[in-house]
C-alpha cells in the first residue's frame, strides 16, 4: 500500500514543461526528413536545442522553457510551417519510462491552474423539434395522399400538428392508417380532427439525438483547433462544455466551434446547361460540372444513417423536413436519368501574415474555404423527403457520409451560455499560491502535532504526509484533474485528518488518567473512537457526495479531492498509526506513552 | 487537557446571543442581502494585470466613453484590475472590452468570463437545493444512529452556523460565489463533526454515568470533548489561516468562509447542541441501548 502509493505519486514531483507540438493535418501522411530539420533550424534560432525535441511517428515535440518562450515557438513555427501544419501548444511529461509502464502519469491540470479556455453551449433543441414536425407532417400528408384517403388539411406549429377532416369517418381510418408511424407520438381526438404532439420520450430522443450529433460536430471542429488533450464533453440534458487547454484567443475558438460547414445538394450539368450557370469541383481526383443551382443545403436534412437494400448493398438513407422535401421533389421529377452530387463545404481557419499599419508582422487567423463533392449518384426516381443515397462502394464510405450528412451541419443551433478564460501567468500564479499554502498549512500543524503529542504526534504527521501521498496517487489513477478548489480541498483535508489522531490520542490521555495500563489505554483509545470516527467522517462524505452531485466545475474538484482525502485520512490515521504505535509499543509491561 | 467547566451555566447568555446572531443575520440578508458573484448573477467578468499602478476610475472612466458601462476595481494588487459588466447577455463583452483595453494600454490578459443569465439563476436554485439536500440527508443519518432529539439539535445548529456566515457576508459585502457556496457545504461538513463527535460522548455518558442528571451529564460530555473540539478548530484554522494569507485572490473568500463557520461551528456543537437537547428534555431513557446494537459491540 505505501509503496504503491509512492509509485503512482512519483510522477507528479518532475512537473511537465510547456512544450509545442507539429503534426500533420492529414493522418495519413509522414514526417520526411527535410521537415525535421526545418522544425530543427526553426527552434535553434528561438534557442531551443536539439535535444529538446522529441520526434514521434506522427508528431514533433519541442519542450520550452517558459510560456512566454513556448507561445513566441508556436507563433514562428505557424508562420514558417503553413497550413499543412498543425502547430499547437501542448505539454510534455517527463515521467521516466518504467512508470510509464506502471500506468503511472501525472496528475492533470484543470484550467485555472494550466490556462485555457472553458465554454458551456447549449443545444436548442425546440427549434430541431419544430423542424421534425414539419418534415413528418409533409411525409403523412404524403402517405394520406398516396393511400387516397381524405383530410381537409393537416397543419404544423411549433408543439404540434393539427390533422383536420370533414367527418369523423374519414378521421377514424386516416388515424388508423398511420397509428404505425405515430410511436413516438401522444395523440390527441377531437371530433373530425386530431392533434399529435411528441411524448416525452419522442422528445429526449430528439434532445438525445441533436446533443449527441452536436458533440460528434463540436469534437470535430475543436481537432482543428489543433489543441492538445481537448474535452468535449455532455452535460446535463442539453448543453455540451468544451476545455481547450493551453488557448487564449477566444475569439479565434469561437469562430470555429460556432462556424457552420454546410452540404448542398446540386445536379450535374449536362450539355443543355449554361456555361456561365456550371461550376467544376473535384470528385475522387477527377473534375466535374455541377450546376450552379442549388436544389437545398445541408439544413433541410433531419436526419441521415446507413442502411442496407435487399440484395445487401450499403446505401445511405436521408431523411428531409418538409421544406427540402417539397423542393426536392420538384427538382428531382424532371431530372430522373441525370446525376445529383452531395456537396460538401468546409470552413477551415489558417494562419495568414499580415503588416500592420505600423510596419510590424502579425499573425492573423482567417477563414479558408473548400468545396468538395462527397457523392455523386444517379436520380432513379422523383425523390420525396425520404430517399435514398445508393451506388456506394463499401459500407465504409456509406457510414462516412452519413456521418458527414449529419456532421457536416449541428442538428440544432447551439448558444454560449457560460465562458472563463485563464491566462497561463494566472494558472501558474494558481499553483504557486496553492502549494505555498499547503507547505505552510501542513508545517504549522505538524509542528503543532509534535509538540501536543509528541511521540504520538510524530506517527500522526508520518500518517498526514502518508496520507497526502495516497490522495495524489489516487487521484492520478482516476486521471481527476487537479483545480484550485480541488488544492482547498486537499488543504483542507490536512487539518481535518489530524482530527481522527486527536480523537483518539484524546481517548488515550484520559484512559491513561483512569489508571488504565498503557497498552490497555491504546486499545480502549483506538476501539473508542473508531465509532465516533467512522460517524464524522461518514456525514462529511456524504456532504462531499453531495457537492459532487449538485456541483459544476470547481465545485466538483473540491468535492473529489475532499471525499478521496477523507476516506484515505481514515485508513492513514486509524489503521496507519495504529500500526506504528503497536511497533514501538509492543511489549506488554510499556510504563509510561509519551503522549 | 482536563477541563471541569460549567458551560451550561451560560446557556441562557448562549441562547441569547445565538437568536441575536441569527436575527442581525436575517435582518442584513434581508435589507443589504448578499453580493451575489457573477456565477449567479450572470454577467463578464475580465481580469487584466498591468505592468505599472493603473488607477480603477480612470479605466472606468475610458470603458464608459466606449460605451461599456462596467465595475471596475483593483483586485489584488494596486496593479490588477476586474473589470465586471453585471447581469450582461452578450458573451462578446469580454471580447469588446479586452479589444477596447487594447487600443489604449498595454496588459496581459488574467482572465475572462461569461456566465448567461439562464446559468447563474440555474446554479443558484441548485446551490440553494444543495444546501437544503445535505442538511436533510444528515438529519436522517443522526436520526437513524443516535436519535430524534439529536437530528434536531443538529439540523439547528447547522442553520445557526449557516445563517451566520451568510449574515457576516452580507455585512461585510463580501462577494457570495460559487466556491463561497463550496466553503459552506464544507462548513456542514465541519460543524457537524464536531455535533457528532459531542453528541456521541453524550450518548455514551447517558449510558454509562446513570446517576447524574441530564445536565450534569452534558456538561461532562462537553468538558471531555474540549480538549479535543479546541485542537481540531486549532489545526483547521491553521491551515486556513496559511490559505487566507498566502491562497490567493481566487480562494480568499473560500477561506473567509470556511474561517468563521470553524469558529461559529465550535461554538454552536457545545451550545446550539445541548440548549436544543435540554429544552426538548432529553434523559437517558431517550438513549436506552437497543437490544441489538452492532455499533456499540465490543465496546467495555
Given at each position: 500500500m505505501f509503496l504503491f502509493g509512492i509509485i503512482y505519486a512519483l510522477p507528479n514531483l518532475s512537473p511537465p514543461d510547456p512544450a509545442v507540438q507539429v503534426s500533420l493535418q492529414s493522418a495519413g501522411d509522414s514526417f520526411d526528413s527535410r521537415l525535421v530539420q526545418s522544425v530543427k533550424n526553426i527552434a535553434r534560432n528561438e534557442?531551443?536545442?536539439?535535444?529538446?525535441i522529441e520526434i514521434n511517428q506522427k508528431s514533433l515535440l519541442l519542450r520550452t522553457d517558459s510560456y512566454d518562450e513556448q507561445i513566441k515557438l508556436k507563433d514562428e513555427l505557424r508562420r514558417e510551417l503553413g497550413p499543412d501544419y498543425v502547430v499547437a501548444l501542448n505539454l510534455a511529461y517527463s515521467t521516466p519510462d518504467w512508470l510509464q509502464n506502471l500506468n503511472a502519469s501525472p496528475l492533470k491540470l484543470g484550467l485555472d491552474l494550466r490556462g485555457g479556455i472553458y465554454f458551456l453551449l447549449e443545444v436548442d433543441t425546440d427549434s430541431l423539434i419544430e423542424t421534425r414536425l414539419e418534415a413528418n407532417a409533409e411525409d403523412f400528408k404524403r402517405r394520406l395522399r398516396e393511400g387516397s384517403l381524405k383530410f381537409r388539411s393537416i397543419e404544423s406549429d411549433k408543439e404540434s400538428v393539427t390533422f383536420l377532416f370533414a367527418t369523423d369517418e374519414d378521421k377514424s381510418d386516416s388515424l388508423s392508417f398511420l397509428r404505425g408511424f405515430l410511436t413516438d407520438f401522444e395523440i390527441i381526438e377531437e371530433s373530425e380532427s386530431f392533434k399529435i404532439k411528441f411524448s416525452r420520450e419522442g422528445i429526449t430522443s430528439i434532445q438525445d439525438y441533436a446533443v449527441q450529433q452536436n458533440l460528434t460536430t463540436l469534437r470535430n471542429r475543436v481537432n482543428e483547433l489543433g489543441v492538445s488533450e481537448p474535452v468535449v464533453q455532455r452535460e446535463g440534458a442539453k448543453r455540451i462544455s468544451v476545455q481547450l487547454p493551453g488557448i487564449q484567443d477566444t475569439a479565434e475558438a469561437k469562430k470555429i466551434i460556432g462556424k457552420t460547414a454546410n452540404l448542398e445538394f446540386r445536379l450535374e450539368a449536362n450539355n443543355r446547361t449554361l456555361r456561365s450557370r456550371k461550376e467544376p469541383f473535384d470528385f475522387r481526383g477527377v473534375s466535374v460540372d455541377l450546376e450552379k443551382n442549388i436544389i437545398i443545403s445541408g439544413d433541410k436534412v433531419a436526419d441521415a444513417n446507413v442502411g442496407y437494400d435487399e440484395s445487401g448493398f450499403p446505401q445511405v438513407n436521408i431523411t428531409l423536413d418538409g421544406e427540402g422535401g417539397a423542393k426536392m421533389h420538384r427538382s428531382t421529377r424532371n431530372n430522373v436519368g441525370r446525376k445529383m452530387a452531395v456537396l460538401f463545404i468546409e470552413r477551415k481557419s489558417a494562419a495568414k501574415e499580415v503588416v500592420l499599419p505600423n510596419g510590424t508582422l502579425d499573425l492573423i487567423i482567417e477563414p479558408v474555404i473548400t468545396k468538395r463533392v462527397i457523392s455523386l449518384a444517379t436520380i432513379q426516381s422523383a425523390l420525396p423527403n425520404r430517399f435514398r443515397i445508393t451506388g456506394l462502394d463499401s459500407p465504409n464510405e456509406a457510414s462516412e457520409l452519413a456521418l458527414l450528412l449529419r456532421a457536416g451541419a449541428l442538428a440544432a443551433p447551439m448558444e454560449f451560455v457560460e465562458e472563463s478564460t485563464v491566462g497561463p501567468s494566472l494558472g501558474a500564479e494558481n499553483i504557486r499560491l496553492g502549494v505555498q499554502s499547503l507547505i505552510l498549512g501542513l508545517f504549522l500543524v505538524l509542528i503543532f502535532m509534535v509538540v501536543y503529542y509528541k511521540i504520538f504526534g510524530l506517527f500522526a504527521n508520518i500518517a498526514v504526509i502518508f496520507n497526502l501521498i495516497l490522495i495524489t496517487a489516487i487521484m492520478s489513477i482516476l486521471s481527476a484533474t487537479l483545480t484550485l478548489p480541488g488544492i482547498a480541498g486537499i488543504v483542507l483535508t490536512v487539518g481535518m485528518a489530524v482530527d481522527a489522531n486527536v480523537l483518539i490520542f484524546s481517548r488515550i490521555r484520559e484512559e491513561l488518567k483512569s489508571n488504565s495500563r498503557a497498552t490497555d489505554a491504546i486499545i480502549a483509545g483506538y476501539d473508542r473512537a473508531f465509532v465516533t470516527i467512522l460517524d464524522a467522517n461518514i456525514t462529511t462524505l456524504i456532504v462531499a457526495v453531495i457537492l459532487y452531485a449538485i456541483g459544476t466545475g470547481p465545485i466538483k474538484g473540491f468535492a473529489i479531492t475532499l471525499s478521496i482525502g477523507i476516506v484515505t485520512s481514515m485508513f492513514t490515521s486509524i489503521l496507519g498509526t495504529r500500526a506504528m504505535v503497536s511497533l514501538i509499543y509492543r511489549k506488554n509491561n510499556v510504563r509510561r506513552l509519551w503522549i | 487537557m482536563n477541563f471541569n467547566l460549567d458551560f451550561l451555566r451560560f446557556r441562557f447568555i448562549a441562547l441569547i446571543a445565538s437568536v441575536s446572531f441569527i436575527l442581525v443575520s436575517l435582518t442584513t440578508i434581508s435589507i443589504q442581502q448578499l453580493q451575489l458573484g457573477l456565477d449567479f448573477t450572470g454577467g463578464t467578468l475580465v481580469e487584466v494585470g498591468f505592468s505599472e499602478t493603473v488607477d480603477p476610475e480612470e479605466i472606468r472612466t475610458y470603458l464608459e466613453g466606449k460605451q461599456i458601462d462596467a465595475l471596475v476595481q483593483a483586485f489584488g494588487s494596486d496593479k490588477d484590475l476586474l473589470i465586471k459588466i453585471p447581469?450582461?447577455?452578450?458573451?462578446?463583452n469580454a471580447n469588446i472590452v479586452i479589444d477596447s483595453l487594447q487600443q489604449q494600454y498595454s496588459f496581459q490578459l488574467r482572465r475572462s468570463g461569461f456566465v448567461g443569465p439562464q446559468v447563474g439563476g440555474e446554479l443558484r436554485d441548485q446551490g440553494g437545493l444543495g444546501l437544503l439536500a445535505a442538511l436533510l440527508v444528515m438529519m436522517i443519518y443522526i436520526m437513524f444512529r443516535f436519535q430524534y432529539k439529536f437530528a434536531i439539535g443538529a439540523v439547528v445548529a447547522l442553520f445557526h452556523d449557516v445563517l451566520i456566515v451568510l449574515g457576516i457576508f452580507s455585512i461585510l459585502r463580501l462577494e457570495f460565489d460559487l466556491s463561497v457556496l463550496a466553503a459552506l457545504m464544507a462548513v456542514i461538513g465541519y460543524s457537524l463533526n464536531d455535533t457528532i463527535v459531542v453528541s456521541d460522548r453524550i450518548r455514551e455518558n447517558f449510558r454509562a454515568k446513570r446517576k447524574l442528571n441530564s445536565e450534569q451529564v452534558i456538561n461532562r460530555s462537553l468538558n471531555n470533548t474540549l480538549g479535543r473540539t479546541l485542537i481540531t478548530s486549532l489545526t483547521t484554522l491553521l491551515v486556513l489561516f496559511s490559505l487566507l494569507f498566502l491562497g490567493g485572490e481566487i480562494i480568499r473568500n473560500f477561506a473567509i468562509a470556511l474561517s468563521i463557520g470553524v469558529v461559529v461551528g465550535t461554538y454552536s456543537s457545545i451550545y446550539v447542541l445541548t440548549n436544543v437537547l435540554l429544552s426538548m428534555n432529553i434523559t437517558a431513557d431517550d438513549l436506552?441501548?437497543?437490544?441489538?446494537d452492532s455499533f456499540d459491540d465490543g465496546m467495555p
Open positions: 534557442g531551443i536545442s536539439d535535444e529538446n | 447581469s450582461s447577455e452578450n458573451i462578446e436506552a441501548e437497543r437490544t441489538k
